[in-house]
């Protein structure tokens, strides 16, 4: 039989493995570099939608290219082309926790790029991965009945806790779905104004539908009104509607304000409703032993999810769900195909796929594992206490100058303010404009959000390149704006 003639590794892809280790030093400088350097960078691009486009190739390469070249056209189009929030005067949505163990731990992922769908793909990455949900587990308070997963962000994490609060309400939605069933009532979510999205996503992904998520009225302190919540759930039983869950927020996404745990949990426990909580942001709070009042009533919620790439210095993404008698979620997500039942004898390996509607998952606890052990909690906790501090620095710059005032409490990192004037309008107007003027600088970067109605400026802190000097320089950007 002839032998077929095969081609020279030059046409088959990949890189030969001489020049990869030449690209790897050469990309690892340029990493260093680009970190070292990051102040010096416009931090967003002010180029029109389909500028970056424009500047590459647009058919499909049939024939391959070097590295070099490629890497060219990263630095020349890419890297202008995104806004960099490592900057150290990015100080949008709630900063950056890009960190120097937390980029050298990616790169070793990557390399490694192993599927952490069950415990015999990679037994590592599932150990690994209890491991550190162990960790913070312990770190956050939580009692020992609640297990954690891992997964991309809180949105996905608020989906599954929401998937088990629905089928523990109901009968066989896993196996019956919703079409056509008369028998079962209108589910009705609850969660204050202030409240993520994420929540309202996670009922049309579900089948409960957006307009049974009821917004409840915060408080003065953008804080969930618990009298308004027991309103609407007398309310929604008295016309027959099913009160399902209660969404509860620690560090809402404009102003960090925290809701009253353990009040909604009692109403929850009243009613049989599932108490989810999202602490995507300031559940890294806990972190400090004079914060641990943001845990209160945490013992008696049924699932919480924790964002580490948000306070925690892991990089995106990575979120923590926690269950409660985590069972329940595997009880619900396991649909295990037949090339995949390698089940142990003993049946201790945990198979982290059952555990939710993904097959395929990143080995995301390296990343956190090596961050963790490079700073420690102390090491984190102290980093927390520096944005804390520079929020409160900031806050008092603004209380300071009579042409601002504070529009929230400055709980966290973040810290709501806004230029004044007689007339409304004209107010929310100048403040939005401040905003664009500041950020198309290249020099700073802010957020607006909307509170009472009212446009305010955002500012969030959570870099650890950020220094007090980043902050008097972006002050200074603000009042030349103005």
């Not at 937390?102 to 491991?131: K, Q």
Request: hydrophobic share 45%; with cysteine.
């Amino acid at each position: 039989m002839k032998k077929a003639d095969s081609k020279p590794q030059s046409e088959l892809g990949d890189i030969p493995a001489d020049v990869f280790r030449k690209h790897l030093h050469e990309v690892a400088d340029w990493i260093a570099d680009y970190r070292e350097n990051i102040a010096e960078r416009p931090i967003a691009p002010t180029a029109p939608p389909g500028a970056v486009l424009a500047q590459l190739q647009t058919e499909p390469p049939e024939t391959g290219a070097s590295f070099g070249e490629i890497f060219a056209d990263i630095e020349r189009v890419i890297v202008p082309g995104v806004a960099h929030w490592a900057h150290p005067q990015f100080m949008s949505y709630f900063g950056c926790t890009t960190t120097s163990p937390g980029i050298l731990a990616e790169m070793i992922t990557a390399a490694l790029n192993v599927n952490a769908m069950t415990w015999r793909t990679s037994p590592a990455a599932t150990e690994l991965e209890t491991l550190v949900l162990d960790w913070l587990r312990q770190w956050l308070g939580l009692p020992d009945d609640f297990t954690g997963v891992v997964y991309d962000t809180a949105s996905i994490s608020t989906m599954h806790a929401l998937a088990v609060a629905r089928e523990e309400a109901s009968t066989s939605i896993r196996t019956l779905g919703l079409s056509g069933r008369s028998e079962l009532p209108i589910f009705r979510i609850y969660t204050s104004d202030q409240a993520h999205s994420s929540v309202e996503k996670a009922a049309i992904a579900l089948g409960l539908g957006e307009h049974n998520v009821r917004r409840i009225a915060s408080d003065s302190d953008f804080r969930m009104n618990v009298t308004a919540l027991r309103e609407a759930v007398t309310s929604d039983l008295r016309h027959g509607f099913k009160p399902l869950a209660v969404v509860a927020t620690v560090g809402t996404t404009s102003t960090a304000s925290v809701d009253p745990v353990r009040e909604i949990a009692a109403v929850c426990a009243q009613h049989q409703m599932w108490l989810h909580l999202d602490a995507a942001y300031g559940g890294g709070l806990a972190l400090l032993p004079e914060h641990k009042w943001v845990t209160d009533g945490w013992a008696e919620a049924d699932s919480l999810v924790l964002n580490p790439h948000k306070m925690l210095f892991v990089p995106f993404d990575f979120s923590a769900l926690y269950v409660r008698e985590i069972d329940r979620l595997r009880r619900l997500f396991t649909l295990t195909p037949e090339h995949l039942h390698l089940r142990d004898p003993a049946g201790a390996e945990i198979n982290y796929m059952d555990y939710g509607v993904q097959l395929g998952r990143r080995f995301r606890a390296l990343k956190a594992w090596v961050v963790w052990r490079s700073f420690g909690r102390e090491g984190m906790a102290a980093r927390i206490r520096e944005h804390l501090r520079l929020a409160q620095l900031f806050a008092s710059w603004i209380e300071g100058d009579p042409r601002f005032e504070i529009s929230a409490p400055v709980m966290m990192g973040v810290v709501c303010f806004r230029l004044k004037n007689a007339d409304d309008k004209a107010a929310d107007q100048k403040n939005s404009a401040t905003v664009a003027k500041i950020n198309a600088s290249g020099q700073a970067y802010l957020t607006q959000t909307k509170l009472r109605g009212r446009t305010v400026m955002r500012l969030g802190l959570g870099n650890v390149l950020t220094t007090e000097e980043h902050l008097t320089r972006v002050w200074e950007l603000i009042r030349e704006a103005v």
